[in-house]
Each structure stands twice: as C-alpha cells, then as structure tokens.
C-alpha cells in the first residue's frame, strides 16, 4: 500500500494507524472507535495586560479514554493546529500503550510564541488557560493530566498546578492534576530529562539485539557511531550529551533552526547548548563549520539520525537521499508515512517515536504516583537498602578476610533514591518494551518494521482494554 504524502499530521498518523491494523483482528467497528479522537475542545479567551485585551486560542484533544486518566503536554507554538493536537494525541494512546503506563491519549495547544511574551504575562495566560480547561473536565488529576511540550516546561507546569490547587481546594490530589513540575512543587527528579534518557535507553536497549543492528547495516557497539541530530531543545539535548558522555557516540553534526554545525571530529554537546541558549543559534560556534542550509545535512553521511525537532522533517522529497543507516525518533511523527516506506526500501532502520520518545510520560507516571501516594518515592525504603548493603558489605569482609573496594561498597550500600528508582524503572520499561516490540515483529509477518510492530502491539493491548471491559 503507497500512503499519499500530505503534509496533515493527522493524516499521516491515520495511514499509519490504518497500515498497522491489518495485523489484528478487532471485532467490528473497534478499529474505527480507536482511530478517532474521542473529544476535541477549542477554547479562546482574553488575557489584559499591557494597554489591553489580547486574545488566545487553543485546544485540548482527548485521544482515548480506554483508561483514565488520558495524558499528553502542552505545546505552545505560534502555528499549532487542531489537526496537529488531534495527532499529537493519538500518538500518546499508542505510546502509553507501548510502554504500559495505563493512561489515554490526550494533548493540548495554544498558538503562542512564547519569547513574544514577558513571564508574568506568560503566567497570566497559562493560569487563565487552565481555568478555561479544567472548567470542562480537560485538566483534572483522575481524567486528563498535561506535561510539558515544545515551548512550555517545569515553570508553567508549576503554574498549572498551582492555579488547579486554587480552583479546587478540597481536592486531596490536587497536584497530581499536571506532571513535570518542579521539584519543589512535587515534581520527579529526572523529569526535565527523561526523554532524552529514554533515548539513550532505547538505543543501548537497540545494540543489545545483533541481529537487529546488523539488519541496519550497522557494526556492534554504540560506542564511535556518527550521530547527526536535529535540534538541540529539551529532547535533542539531553539524549546527545548522555550518549556522548556515556556510551562515547560522536556528535558530528547538530542542525538547528538558523542551520547546522558540523565537525566530523565530535562536536562539543554541552558547550554548543551553553552557545545556543546565548546566542539564540548555532552560527559562529567556533568549534565546527557552519552550514546555512541545516535541511541539507539531514541528508549527510551518519550512522544514526536523530529527530528531535517537530513533526514532518523526512518527507518524500528529501527520504531518498537520507544516507543515516538508523533513524531514531525523539520528535513525534518527524517521518511521514511516504517517506518510512521510502526509507524502508533503503534498509534504513528507524525507531519510532510511539517507543522511543516514551521516557517522558513514563517518568511523567511515576510523578503522577508519587502525588496520588503524597510520599517520596523511596522514602520508606531508602535507608533499610542502605542499611543491607553495608551489612553485606561487612558480611563478605568477615568471611573473606579482604576490604571490599570503595567503588564495590558506594555501588552495592546506594540507597533507594526517587532519582535513582525513577532512572532504573524507565531503563527496565524501555528494555522491556523493545522486546515486545522484536517478538510482535516477529509474531506477525505483515509487521515488517519496528513501527509497525510497535502500532499493532499497541492497538492489540487496546484490543485486549477494550474487549476486557466493555466499549
Ligand atoms: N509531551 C511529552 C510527549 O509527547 C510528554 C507527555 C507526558 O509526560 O504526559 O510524550
């Protein structure tokens, strides 16, 4: 089946929803039921600041509510579109599906720049946008919880919750009502960077299988691979400075929005963000050359490509010339559907965004628990870990005779942290979601890349939701 390229988002999800479906089989109408968005809510209202009123609008759409709450960000953007919530709310359904975290689908837009506006009118706009939402049921801590997205982060999550808290006062879960505040205000240590961090789980999770990394072309080991990445913001960020730091990938290039830089040598992640953030782009990074063309070096010669920008970057134009040999999706819907069979007939493999980008809701989970719970992850065990440790530690001295090296006792007597609970549970989840990606891949022949297994084991475990409880 050949999709027909179009630039809807909300299109391109559907034909790769309707691609997937033929792999399962659904009683009748189910598969209907779950590729439509179950609600759509447009607001607009007026914000006074300055000499007068100023207009918003923006949407939340719920994606699915097979299990409740439905969760998904916020994104502000001047150019954020219904159709662009719409998709970016699918994605959620079958990403929480992929990665077991027992929530629907949901997202949220408001078309705004967020550098047109000082803090406090940002805050005026995000507290007045909360009212607006939580006033029809689109914020609440049992029905729909929003996170950050492009352009919105810990501060307006803070916002959002605070301005609930206000709203209803007698909720006991009040702040559970948003994930991905800040940590003083009930936020997961993690947070900020889970993302990225799934990334990097998912692809140390991809070059554990060598049988996949061969089918990419590719030779064994992370260590040394070229990496091109697509914007360096929140997601991009993240996942190039942990995987260069940690499993010694080389950064060769970094495209962002006023074009690329690039240095075959490795290119410096943290101080090209330190410079980004400063200067507002790349151009005159000293240490690589700049290139004004940044679309251009998405087509160049790397190991894996990393999206981390927004949605339609590898279309059918520029797909054929793509030379990366592994595509790793931190943006949602970065490829369309046109250009994944494209790059499908190259061999070229990609992990898809319904899995790899999933840190973030993960973690967005484990926050929400921890709000319902109103402790600390750990709390109650911290010090009993500790405490059985050191108490192994003294065990193996005594039998044996020898100290235990330092770096043996600090690794085996570390406690239960929320930060270290968080980053081990995320490591598992992704882990475990990629094998049940590889065996559905395997179970069905129509499944033929990792996306489509990913979409249809997504739409079998809300096959097995929907038909365990009842429409
Ligand atoms: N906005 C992120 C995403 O697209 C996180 C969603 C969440 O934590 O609920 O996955």
Partial sequence: MTAIETNLFLDNVGVMFDRAVQCVELPPGLSEHIRECDSVYKVSFPVEFGEGYHMFSGWR?????????????IRYAPDVTQDEVEAMAALMTFKCAVVDVPFGGSKGGLC???RDYSADALERITRRFTRELAAKGYISPSLNVPAPDMGTGPREMAWIADEYRALYPSDINAIACVTGKPLSRGGMPGRTEATGRGIQFGLREFFRHASDVAAAGLESGLAGKRMVVQALGNVGYYAAKFLQEEDG???TAVIERDGAIVNEDGLPVERLRQYLLEHGGVAGFPEGTYVEEGALILESDCDILLL???ENQITAANAPRIKARLIAEGANGPVTPEAD???QRHGIVVLPDIYLNAGGVV???FEWIKNLFHIRLGRLENRLHQLRGEYIVEMIEEVTGKTVPEHHVKRISGGADEYALARSALDDTMRSAY???RSTKMRHEKADSLRMA???LAIEKLNASFVEVGI
Avoid: C, F, N
């Fill in 61 to 73: 759409a719920t994606h699915s509510e097979h299990r409740l709450p439905a969760k998904g960000g």
């Fill in 112 to 114: 705004i720049d967020p």
């Fill in 249 to 251: 990938v080389r950064v």
């Fill in 308 to 310: 981390a920008a927004m």
């Fill in 341 to 343: 069979e494209e790059l």
């Fill in 363 to 365: 973690v967005s989970y």
């Fill in 435 to 437: 094998r049940q990606i």
């Fill in 454 to 456: 990913a979409w249809v």
